[in-house]
Nanobody, 115 residues
Framework: QVQVVESGGGLVQAGGSLRLSCAASGSIFSINYMGWYRQAPGKERDLVARFTSDGRTMYADSVKGRFTISRDNAKNTAYLQMNSLKPEDTAVYYC?????????WGQGTQVTVSS
């Protein structure tokens, strides 16, 4: 019922920036949650940033002050602006959209930070 597609990943040097996009389609009116997660090899998938129910934002301590989650409702797209990237940010980044009945994960986009 809902499809989400991430894009914008790539290779970047430490200190650089990337902006990830999460485009939602389908029954987007039913989405009541969106957030960004990441998973490094051999690690569990962890929350990076999310919207709260009142439209505010929440961040993992490891990215607070460096990452910003935002959205463009007209484009049905959420973004993750990642600044001051560190090698430990290297992971596959996933977008999650939730409805009352289901969770929808994107395919993931690889972010690799060198140095």
């Amino acid at each position: 019922q809902v499809q989400v597609v991430e894009s914008g990943g790539g290779l970047v040097q430490a200190g650089g920036s990337l902006r990830l996009s999460c485009a939602a389609s389908g029954s987007i009116f039913s989405i009541n949650y969106m957030g960004w997660y990441r998973q490094a090899p051999g690690k569990e998938r962890d929350l990076v940033a999310r919207f709260t129910s009142d439209g505010r934002t929440m961040y993992a301590d490891s990215v607070k002050g460096r990452f910003t989650i935002s959205r463009d409702n007209a484009k049905n797209t959420a973004y993750l602006q990642m600044n001051s990237l560190k090698p430990e940010d290297t992971a596959v980044y996933y977008c999650l959209a939730r409805t009352v009945s289901s969770s929808y994960w994107g395919q993931g986009t690889q972010v690799t930070v060198s140095s």
